[in-house]
């Protein structure tokens, strides 16, 4: 039996209200912040926080219903979760930084720093995951089992590389 199938079970039986008060707090807040009627602080601010842990409850629901199954597909989709994650941040700031100067406007820049981000991330991440030896640079565990020698091997040249980084955070 699952774990906390109770509330997995609310969850599930709760879906369409909180897709609808997730949608309701969205506009209230949207419209506050366009000045089309005036909240006091207070209550924009409980909305806003609400609205926050509805939609966290509300993917949550929908991911169960619906994305509760295994295909090879979503194992690798899962493996690809904190490499995408690692990486993401750094593209869009690089993208940024050198899409910048050339003033692209409001819809072409946004467009090329989301489909690049998502493209470098996903041909770096299929990449180096690819590679066995490079699978722990993305914090992706390694598939094959290697004798004690190149572990020590592994351990000892990850210690000289790390070692720099942590000797500047400690100084």
Known sequence: MPKNTYFWN??????????????????????????????????????YNIQRVVGVFFVLAFAHRFLNFNTYYLKQLNVWVFPFYLLHQSILIILCFLLQPLSLGPVAEPFI??????SFCGVITWGITRIDVLRPLLGVAIKRDYSPTVKILGYTAALILITPLAYKLIT
């Open 10 to 47: 609310c969850l599930n039986k709760n879906l369409v209200l909180l897709a609808l008060s997730f949608a309701v707090l969205f506009v209230l807040i949207i419209l506050s912040y366009q000045k089309v009627f005036t909240l006091p602080h207070f209550i924009l601010s409980a909305s």
């Open 113 to 118: 720093i989301i489909t690049g981000t998502w």
